[in-house]
């Protein structure tokens, strides 16, 4: 029998929102387009890195354009966005 642990974890709201509220945050409104993809990548900032530079060398995207390195509320992690325009025949 499997005997499960809880962990009760409580959040200092107000530290989160000062956090957050010190770092510029990115902008991700632009005009809505059924055409615009973005993905996420999240994990060690060296993890995101090999992640960013795989798709590179795919051919996919180039690292300039994701954002920079975004801290999350997880010590250790980053993430960053790469927003691509996807444009298919006949939706132009």
Do not use: H
């Not at 996420?40 to 890195?49: E, K």
């Not at 999350?72 to 691509?84: A, D, Q, S």
Request: charged share 20%; glycine share 4%.
């Amino acid at each position: 029998m499997m005997t499960e642990t809880r962990q009760t974890v409580e959040l200092d709201l107000s530290a989160i929102q000062a956090e957050s509220s010190s770092q510029q945050l990115i902008d991700l409104r632009d005009r809505p387009s059924p055409e615009i993809l973005r993905l996420l990548a999240i994990g060690s900032p060296q993890v995101v890195n090999v992640c960013v530079m795989t798709l590179f060398q795919l051919g996919y995207a180039r690292p300039e354009e994701w954002s920079r390195q975004l801290p999350t509320v997880n010590p250790g992690e980053v993430m960053r966005i790469l927003t691509k325009r996807i444009m298919f025949p006949g939706l132009e």
